[in-house]
């Protein structure tokens, strides 16, 4: 017989009158390779079917099961209760806007994010549909291609300090997602123009270096690297500009 298992839910529904945020426990009997997934789905269906919360692949591809979990972002479908102790405390994500108990909406955010970065390949070129794709080396593809695996989760959003202590803060997914085109040969935007999107305390000088975001990120990106790499290429920018202006 598997092991018995109590979690502490934060619950409050803004939609519902007179709701005040609560925490509320539940008791589960364990099964084999259950994850955090499985569990909610059941306290749902056994016992509350009120517990709002987010799922969608159920495979780590989505994104939409992130929460906090015993103090630590990460996601539901990815968590295996065999790897918690038998008292499970789970929290919504913070920085974003609550939708109801374990749900939030990164949406918003992320799609401010995309219009702060201006996330898209710029090009003074014409697109020809008739010409074959445009190539490079592998290498590049493969350093894009490590940058695009980010599920636009939250977690490292979350997990990060200066994100907690300031809602202007770009974050390490918008950072990241600036990394991506600053290594594609194809966009045409010099670092005078990236400069002027993170240039500022609220992107990369932002940072606190704390590097929770790598911690949490559950497709292991090399965040370090990429905020090292665009606090450097930025710090460089700014010199020559100062020393342009003597």
């Known amino acids: 017989m598997g092991r018995?298992?109590?979690?502490?839910?934060f619950r409050y529904n803004p939609e519902r009158e007179g709701d005040v945020p609560h925490m509320q426990e539940f008791t589960l009997d364990e099964t084999p390779n259950m994850t955090l997934f499985i569990a909610l789905n059941r306290l749902r269906e056994e016992q509350d079917p009120s517990l709002i919360?987010?799922?969608c692949c159920r495979a780590g591809i989505c994104g939409a099961c992130?929460?906090?979990?015993?103090?630590?972002?990460?996601?539901?479908?990815?968590?295996?209760?065999?790897?918690?102790?038998?008292?499970?405390?789970?929290?919504?994500?913070?920085?974003?806007?609550?939708?109801?108990?374990?749900?939030?909406?990164?949406?918003?955010?992320?799609?401010?994010?995309?219009?702060?970065?201006?996330?898209?390949v710029h090009t003074t070129k014409t697109f020809d549909p008739t010409k074959e794709e445009e190539r490079?080396?592998?290498?590049?593809?493969?350093?894009?291609?490590?940058?695009?695996?980010?599920?636009?989760?939250?977690?490292?959003v979350a997990a990060c300090?200066?994100?907690?202590?300031?809602?202007?803060?770009?974050?390490?997914?918008a950072l990241n997602r600036i990394a991506r085109f600053v290594v594609d040969p194809r966009d045409q935007r010099t670092d005078e123009q990236y400069f002027e999107i993170i240039g500022t305390d609220n992107g990369i000088f932002g940072c606190m270096g704390l590097l929770a975001c790598e911690d949490v990120c559950p497709k292991g990106l090399p965040l370090q690297n990429q905020l090292g790499f665009l606090r450097r290429k930025m710090g460089i920018t700014a010199m020559k500009h100062i020393f342009r202006k003597k």
């Open 53 to 55: 919360f987010d799922f």
């Open 66 to 120: 992130a929460m906090v979990i015993n103090g630590r972002p990460g996601l539901a479908c990815q968590t295996k209760t065999k790897d918690q102790p038998t008292r499970i405390t789970l929290h919504p994500l913070p920085v974003f806007k609550l939708v109801g108990d374990l749900s939030v909406d990164t949406g918003v955010w992320f799609r401010e994010m995309y219009a702060k970065t201006e996330s898209w």
């Open 4 to 9: 018995q298992l109590k979690f502490e839910i």
């Open 161 to 173: 300090g200066t994100a907690r202590l300031r809602d202007d803060f770009m974050g390490a997914a």
């Open 136 to 156: 490079m080396d592998n290498s590049v593809a493969e350093q894009i291609y490590e940058l695009e695996r980010c599920i636009e989760c939250g977690c490292c």
